[in-house]
């Protein structure tokens, strides 16, 4: 039966302890200025009933911005109802027994803790099973990543087959149109091939002092044998090291080729230096593209939802590898036209021997 009129789940476990937290809270405010000349036990009692209330109030906020699910959240809110039932059965019970009874302190210090303890218990409960189903999600992503690696390889090489078969008997804008099937191809190949390497960067992430010069004139002959038309200028140092692992490689090569391939008769900059704090910039500047102020505003927001079509995914790439260092990855329009692209890196002293034996013996973690 479908209880449209109930509010969700969350709320309702949200609302329960805020709710319970509140009227614990009035009720210490109230025994507190109602009594004249309470006792030191007495404030004591009140004391630790206050903060009580106000920790199952700090629990239901926790639990509203936790990234648990609705369901979860309720189960939790269900364990701090049990935690808070038992002490007030064992309370009635008392009251029984000794007809006196407790003070209101006591009764809100008992059953606030009660409700404490049991919302622990319940949100260790739901973390273990969050993180259990984090982990058999993450086995069933790593299947279907290799699967579909595999698939779109052998796919796009048969449309490759297919275009080279076609390109033999077209002649004019045809020709054209199969060379850009053959492409697009290409690209989705490529990209089958970095998320490959996206998901071997938790296993080889280490950092070590890397030279930038020497990396930054390696990817640029590798830019210039796949565009030969490419036009790129530099200013480096003639060494500079900063601490970052090997993926840095691949973090330059996207924002290279990305400069590249939309740049047309403008040339490239590339630009190294040290800065005035302890870092490296290392700038790529493109005149002839201006990102757009939605793909500009994900990149900075950690949000794809504006990229349309994965468009500029090399760059989202570049920041994940960049970030995953400790560096940062800025990107900024130019006027009247162009981007820059800065990945800023902290800057260190060249290993020496006995640190790279220890850095090449280090484990992948």
């Not at 218990?121 to 990543?145: D, I, M, P, T």
């Not at 048969?158 to 020709?175: F, N, S, T």
């Not at 090997?246 to 996207?254: D, P, S, V």
Request: glycine share 8%; hydrophobic share 45%; net charge negative.
């Amino acid at each position: 039966m479908n209880m449209g009129w109930l509010p969700p789940k969350r709320d309702l476990g949200v609302v329960y302890l805020i709710g319970v937290g509140f009227i614990f809270t009035v009720i210490v405010f109230r025994e507190a200025f109602g009594v004249s000349g309470p006792s030191l036990e007495a404030l004591l009692t009140l004391t630790a009933g206050f903060f009580l209330a106000v920790g199952l109030i700090a629990v239901g906020y926790w639990l509203f911005q936790s990234p648990l699910g609705d369901d979860r959240v309720l189960v939790v809110s269900q364990w701090g109802a049990l935690g808070m039932a038992l002490p007030t059965a064992a309370v009635v019970l008392g009251v029984l027994v000794f007809p006196l009874g407790p003070t209101a302190g006591i009764l809100v210090t008992v059953i606030g803790a009660g409700g404490i303890v049991g919302t622990l218990v319940g949100a260790v409960k739901a973390l273990e099973e969050e993180h259990q189903s984090l982990n058999q999600l993450y086995r069933r992503n790593k299947v279907l990543q290799r699967v579909l690696r595999h698939n779109i390889r052998n796919g796009m090489t048969v449309v490759q087959g297919y275009a080279d078969l076609l390109e033999e008997d077209m002649e004019g804008a045809r020709v054209e149109m199969v060379q850009n099937i053959r492409q697009e191809a290409g690209s989705i190949v490529d990209l089958s091939e970095m998320a490959r390497n996206i998901d071997s960067i938790e296993r080889e992430r280490y950092r070590q002092p890397m030279e930038v010069t020497a990396i930054v004139e390696e990817l640029i002959e590798g830019i210039r044998r796949n565009y030969p038309h490419a036009s790129i200028d530099t200013s480096m140092p003639e060494e500079v090291f900063v601490l970052a692992d090997n993926f840095i490689e691949l973090a330059l090569w996207e924002l290279l080729e990305y400069a590249v391939r939309n740049s047309e008769s403008e040339p490239v900059a590339v630009d190294v230096e040290r800065g005035d704090e302890d870092d490296v910039s290392i700038a790529v500047t493109a005149q002839q593209f201006t990102l757009s102020e939605g793909a500009l505003a994900a990149l900075e927001r950690g949000s794809e939802t504006q990229m349309q079509h994965l468009d500029g995914v090399e760059l989202w790439v570049a920041k994940w590898l960049v970030e995953n260092m400790d560096g940062d990855l800025q990107f900024d329009s130019l006027e009247p036209r162009g981007t820059e692209m800065r990945i800023q890196l902290p800057a260190t002293a060249p290993a020496s021997e006995s640190t790279l034996e220890a850095f090449e013996a280090a484990p992948s973690s």
